[in-house]
């Protein structure tokens, strides 16, 4: 587990997913996404993250409140392996529900993994990337310390999708442990 001040990023349980079928089914949250989720294609991506989770040992966490112990989301890593110059490549990536948006929950989750990346040198760096018009998600890439990269078209979708043009960031975590040892 990694714990914020306010927020506990945990292992996953079954009981999460009907909660995230909910923020998956919410238009406002997937409205930089292809499309809504069904209960089936939660599940589904349910069991790739606790996939992950089991080859990797870390992956994308479930986010509770501490406040109430409610449920509000993902943060944390995902293995990329699309056709893209800078692929294969490791992820950081949120997903909340909206009414948590705004909050600076995002923010402080992505910053407490990034630490526990560092710590245990689990990958010297991590990309993120979103469509150019997500800019609440753009912002927390630059909140979190990320580099812009440039642009791409994200070839999981067709030519001419809205969504295709998409912001790259990265992010160098080998730098930063060097700099720690030696300051």
């Avoid at 089991?54 to 993902?74: H, N, Q, R």
């Avoid at 580099?147 to 070839?155: A, I, K, W």
Wanted: aromatic share 14%; net charge negative; charged share 25%.
């Amino acid at each position: 587990m990694i714990e914020t001040e306010r927020l506990v990023l945990r292992p996953w349980r079954e009981d999460d997913i009907l909660p995230f079928a909910e923020i998956n089914r919410d238009k406002d949250v997937m409205e930089y996404l292809p499309k809504c989720l069904s209960l089936e294609e939660t599940e589904q991506f349910y069991n790739r993250i606790i996939a992950e989770h089991d080859s990797y040992g870390y992956g994308l966490y479930a986010v509770e409140a501490k406040s109430d112990g409610s449920f509000i989301g993902y943060v944390g890593f995902h293995h990329f392996d699309f056709d893209a110059e800078f692929s294969p490549g490791v992820e950081i990536g949120w997903r909340l529900a909206r009414k948590f948006w705004c909050q600076g929950y995002a923010t402080e989750a992505a910053k407490a993994c990034l630490d526990y990346a560092k710590q245990h040198r689990l990958f010297n760096e991590i990309y993120s990337f979103t469509t150019v018009c997500n800019h609440r998600s753009e912002r927390v890439m630059q909140k979190i310390g990320m580099e812009q990269l440039g642009f791409f078209s994200h070839p999981a979708l067709p030519i001419g999708h809205k969504l295709k043009p998409h912001v790259l960031y990265k992010l160098n975590l080998c730098h930063n442990i060097e700099m720690e040892i030696y300051s």
